[in-house]
């Protein structure tokens, strides 16, 4: 079975062009599938849907969230279709087998006085702070992810255009950025960036102190400072600015569709989780405004 997960993830990598942390959870959870069923002694090639729904109820039993038993379920779905692609298997033990519903969890979200006192705390007197005003204009203006935009090279930002290419695995999009973001992706490009970076080759956009790709737990930590230094008791994370950016965007008149092209969602049901911060917001403009409300 190890020589066919190596061919499995070897194909994921050069056919599916997955990115590199939608392929880690591939590699995690066919694993995890592995232990199982070498500890069940079961042999792989002659698995049964029973089998399969009693591997999926272990993992409930593990308290394991709906989602997470939703994924592992397409791994072995995608794995098992592999190998009756390649003769390994003569029927693929996971159709017909339906994922667990998952529940659509209501986003943590700023209001735009928060992202408005949030996004005054860095100041552009030193590198470091005309970095970070930067960042965080740019995380809340575009709504992208924090792997997204660390990933960013300084090329796929046009200025003049006032455009970002987001590029995620085989998929590309461009993001248009707004006058405050562009006004402070301007002074770090020109005034700071060059300065921080220690070698012309780095081709990152957003670098750390030493002049290196910046790190996820580095974005966090950034943004878990200045919501300190703002006093803003909500928990935030990078994802917070990007759910902001949404329902914002949402609340304001913004289309559905064209959100789910900011965001890069493939499926609108996960753009549709926003609606229910707009029917508020709607519903407020009715009490204030309508005559009989």
């Known amino acids: 079975m190890d020589k066919q997960i190596t061919n499995f993830l070897d194909y994921i990598v ?42 999926l109820n272990y993992l409930k039993e593990m308290n394991k969230k ?29 159709e017909g087998i339906s994922s667990p519903k998952v529940e659509k969890r209501v986003p943590n979200i700023l209001t735009t006085q928060e992202v408005s006192l949030l996004l005054d705390q860095p100041k552009d007197v030193d590198l470091k702070g005309i970095r970070d005003k930067a960042m965080l204009e740019f995380a809340y203006a575009t709504g992208m992810r924090v792997t997204e935009i660390i990933s960013l090279n300084i090329d796929d930002v046009n200025i003049e255009e006032g455009i970002v290419t987001c590029k995620n695995g085989n998929k590309q999009r461009n993001i248009p950025l707004g006058s405050l973001s562009l006004k402070a992706l301007k002074e770090y490009i020109i005034d700071a960036r060059p300065i921080i970076i220690k070698s012309e080759d780095e081709k990152a956009l957003f670098v750390n102190i030493n002049g ?8 966090w930590k950034i943004v878990k400072y200045y919501k300190d230094q703002a006093h803003i008791t909500k928990e935030i994370t990078p994802h917070v600015l990007r759910h902001s950016f949404a329902t914002h965007l949402l609340q304001n008149g913004a289309e559905l569709k064209a959100i789910q092209t900011m965001l890069g969602h493939s499926d609108i049901s996960s753009t549709q989780v926003y609606m229910q911060f707009q029917d508020e917001s709607l519903k407020n403009i009715y009490k204030k405004a309508h005559p009989r409300a």
Do not use: C, H, W
């Not at 592995?34 to 069940?40: A, F, H, P």
């Not at 290196?212 to 974005?219: I, S, Y």
């Open 14 to 55: 050069n056919d599916k062009k997955l990115s590199d942390n939608t392929l880690q959870s591939y590699r995690r959870d066919i694993m995890q599938y592995k232990k199982y069923i070498d500890n069940n002694k079961i042999n792989y090639t002659k698995v049964k849907p029973e089998d399969i729904k009693e591997y």
């Open 66 to 94: 709906s989602s997470t038993i939703s994924r592992n379920l397409a791994s072995l779905r995608l794995f098992y279709q592999y190998l009756l692609k390649n003769n390994k298997v003569k029927k693929d033990p996971t």
């Open 212 to 219: 290196k790709r910046l790190t996820r737990q580095g974005f």
